[in-house]
């Protein structure tokens, strides 16, 4: 009597194990179309943020199609990495939303594939309202001409701060600081507070940005990079020592609380951000929290530039007018001001600006900040990114982690950067 | 005797006449001609696998070889593709990320699989045994396998071995100091191999079914010789339950490269710290879906199938030293 019935199965086993290997192969991207004609017009409408921006924005699309019966408009939103992995399937199948949440450094990557809409004819058709922006605002997403995207609002970089800690080892920021200030000042509080100050700069492309700014040069110029290992070996081998010397937090414990902020966790005393993601600071820690003036080299120029989050259209819709029309509703409504405060930075036309006043601390913190920057004419124009520049991005803030966790040399970690831009340089 | 019978009238829409071919002489039906499996009767068949041969065609076949295609050129999704040569596989050796790639994948395959089966085998024969109680504790067993791929299970997994949760707290009571795995270059990839070999159910389920084959009249006789637990083990469990060792060495094998969930989301997306849990799929998704590069997100596929395709065929041939087949197995 056997009882080993199904061991003559290899037959079986062969196909299970072949057909096993060959997945994930495959996959497939898949659109399906949208549109019509009569009746009334669905635009789709997608951005980047967390559950509070997307309430926000629904609330204000609500409003829209109060306002304008004629067009509905389908929503749809995700974390940031997550939101441009999708953007890009669905432009590359044909299918992108209408309207999308856009920054600088994805306007020459995708103009360079056909993606973008240009809104400049939009504007002069009357659909879409161009007057009343800040500070030429409205230039700021125009390349060759074209109109690539219209900002609601402009942000900057700051240094957040626990003001607790910095009130507590008695320093107070001001403007004119230098780097060498800001160093004594870490290590004031590393002495006196046994907290690292900084949670590691090391990774953020657009605080070396700066630091390269203020020495003439920029991370990137219109078609590649600005810098080259002769800056870079020096900033990474310095933060490495910071880092060993405790004045940075230490890596592997930002690793683990990501995707919360280090500062807002207690890790370190302060940490350099866009200032309207100060906004999440009290949320989601203890202390409170406000912003300091950037650093500068020479004590008066920090090389900083107004950046902004816009909307832009995409080439393929089928109804531009609809599209500007909401874009122009987006960024000059009071209404909406109100509804979305500084959730993308200080709204970008006068209207708006002046239609919200904030009455909550971080708030009155960001329009003071951008106040004292403007008054203090340290803003530059910003070139826009060359295609490739979110990939160089994403690798800068990737290999300075690995760096700091010890992983790799400064020279080894400068080599794979470099090696990785030039292939996002040459791959988009 | 409980080998498949084939009887012709259940093979349509196969053709019934290499049915006796098949089987042994006196083992099968007698030769008697294809009844019922006429020319109308195939069509009906392939019309009711249409859907399936359809899918196959468009969603798998297609897809495969416009990839393998796609491995051969420079593919940004949006310009039409450049034909580059092999240069995305010269790349692929010369790139530091890579090779860290495979080395993360084969250490977690090396280790996460040969632990989660011996996991898997010292469970059922625990429960192999009659004891009181006993399904509800092949049940208890068996529900990580349910939920252990789950996004839900990973998240959880991340919480709990991240500083001063559960792990890090038990590791200080030990006397050890090491911190949460997770911002660990070092230990995170080991908290990715416990979470495969907590999902040990499927193997188990596998395992104990073979055991319940093992004849039992084989331990008496070898009991009546005197052979210890050791030895009973050793020369009657293992080579008997050899062919559903095979199988689940095989499985796990596959299923282990193919590893991309619990490394993306144990990592919060990263696929680090330091790359440190850069398993070959997770390169694989980054190079296509964040960095555009599809070309070399192809090669990098088709190379991993020829990797899992050399490392099955090892697997099959090594069954002649060690899976011992009854009924004219080799």
């Not at chain 1, 103009?111 to 230039?139: H, I, M, T, Y």
């Not at chain 1, 060993?244 to 690793?255: F, S, T």
């Not at chain 1, 600006?353 to 904030?358: D, L, S, T, V």
């Not at chain 2, 996991?119 to 059922?124: F, G, N």
Request: charged share 20%.
């Amino acid at each position: 009597m056997s009882r080993n019935n199904g061991m003559d199965r290899r037959q079986l086993l062969k196909l299970a194990g072949l057909s096993a290997a060959g997945l994930g192969l495959t996959a497939a991207g898949c659109g399906s179309g949208s549109g019509g004609s009569g009746g009334p017009v669905t635009i789709r409408h997608a951005w980047w943020g967390a559950d509070d921006r997307a309430k926000k924005v629904q609330q204000c699309v609500g409003l829209f199609e109060k306002k304008h019966p004629k067009i509905k408009v389908k929503t749809d939103f995700q974390q940031y990495p997550d939101f441009w992995k999708k953007f890009n399937t669905q432009a590359a199948g044909g299918n992108p939303p209408d309207v999308i949440q856009n920054a600088v450094t994805f306007l020459r990557k995708y103009e360079a594939k056909n993606v973008l809409l240009d809104l400049g004819p939009q504007a002069e058709k009357g659909n879409l309202d161009l007057g009343g922006f800040r500070s030429g605002l409205e230039k700021f997403a125009e390349i060759d001409g074209k109109l690539l995207g219209v900002p609601v609002g402009s942000n900057s970089m700051a240094l957040v701060i626990d003001e607790k800690v910095y009130e507590k080892a008695g320093i107070t920021p001001e403007a004119g600081w230098t780097w060498d200030d800001w160093y004594a000042a870490l290590r004031k509080i590393k002495d006196g507070q046994k907290i690292a100050g900084d949670a590691g700069p090391y990774g953020v492309m657009y605080l070396y940005d700066l630091i390269l700014r203020q020495n003439g040069k920029a991370f990137f110029t219109e078609d590649g990079m600005g810098f080259g290992e002769a800056e870079l070996l020096p900033y990474w081998t310095e933060a490495l020592e910071r880092v060993e010397a405790g004045l940075y937090a230490d890596p592997g414990k930002v690793e683990q609380i990501k995707p919360a902020s280090a500062t807002a966790k207690g890790l370190s005393a302060g940490e350099f951000t866009w200032d309207n993601f100060s906004v999440r600071y009290s949320a989601e820690g203890s202390s409170s929290y406000g912003l300091a003036p950037i650093p500068s080299t020479d004590g008066k120029k920090t090389g900083q530039y107004l950046g902004s989050l816009m909307l832009s259209g995409t080439a393929r819709t089928e109804h531009p007018a609809e599209v500007a029309t909401f874009i122009s509703f987006m960024t000059h409504d009071p209404e909406v001001a109100r509804i979305m405060g500084y959730d993308r930075g200080v709204p970008a036309t006068t209207a708006q600006f002046e239609a919200f006043q904030p009455t909550d601390a971080p708030s009155k913190a960001i329009a003071a900040y951008e106040t004292s920057i403007a008054d203090a004419g340290v803003l530059e124009p910003i070139t826009p990114h060359p295609a490739g520049a979110d990939v160089i991005e994403a690798a800068f803030l990737r290999i300075g982690a690995d760096l700091a966790l010890g992983k790799t040399s400064p020279k080894d970690s400068v080599k794979q950067f470099f090696s990785e831009a030039k292939t996002a340089l040459a791959a988009n | 005797m409980t080998h498949i019978q084939i009887s012709p009238g259940a093979v349509a829409p196969w053709d019934g006449r290499s049915v006796p071919e098949r089987s042994g002489p006196g083992d099968g039906p007698p030769p008697n001609g294809a009844k019922g499996t006429g020319r109308g009767e195939n069509l009906a068949g392939y019309l009711f696998m249409s859907p399936w041969i359809a899918g196959f065609l468009f969603l798998i076949a297609g897809p495969m070889v416009f990839s393998l295609y796609l491995s051969f050129t420079e593919y940004n999704l949006f310009e039409a593709p450049r034909w580059i040569g092999l240069r995305n596989f010269t790349d692929m050796f010369a790139d530091p990320r890579w090779r860290q790639s495979v080395k993360v994948t084969s250490w977690y395959v090396l280790i996460g699989t040969p632990v989660k089966l011996a996991a898997a085998l010292a469970v059922a024969m625990l429960l192999a045994q009659k004891r009181w109680g006993q399904s509800f504790y092949r049940a208890a067993f068996y529900a990580p396998s349910l939920i252990g791929a789950s996004v839900s299970a990973a998240i959880v997994w991340r919480a709990l071995f991240s500083d001063d949760a559960i792990v890090d707290r038990t590791q200080k009571v030990l006397g050890f100091e090491a911190g949460g795995w997770i911002g660990d270059p070092e230990m995170i990839i080991y908290a990715l191999i416990a979470l495969t070999v907590w999902q040990f159910g499927a193997p188990m389920v596998i395992f104990l079914a073979g055991l319940k084959q093992v004849p039992q009249e084989l331990y008496e006789a070898a009991e009546m010789d005197g052979a210890g637990r050791r030895r009973k083990f050793f020369h009657i469990t293992l080579p008997m339950i050899s062919p559903v060792l095979f199988f689940n060495v095989l499985l796990e094998t596959i299923h282990s490269f193919q590893i991309f969930g619990s490394a993306y989301i144990v990592s919060n997306g990263s696929c680090g710290p330091a790359d440190a849990t850069l398993v070959y799929t997770c390169y694989l998704y980054e190079q296509g879906f964040v960095n555009s590069r599809m070309g070399f997100a192809s090669a990098m596929g088709w190379l991993l199938l020829v990797a899992v395709g050399l490392v099955t065929a090892v697997l099959f041939r090594s069954q002649k030293r060690w899976v011992h087949y009854e009924e004219g197995g080799r």
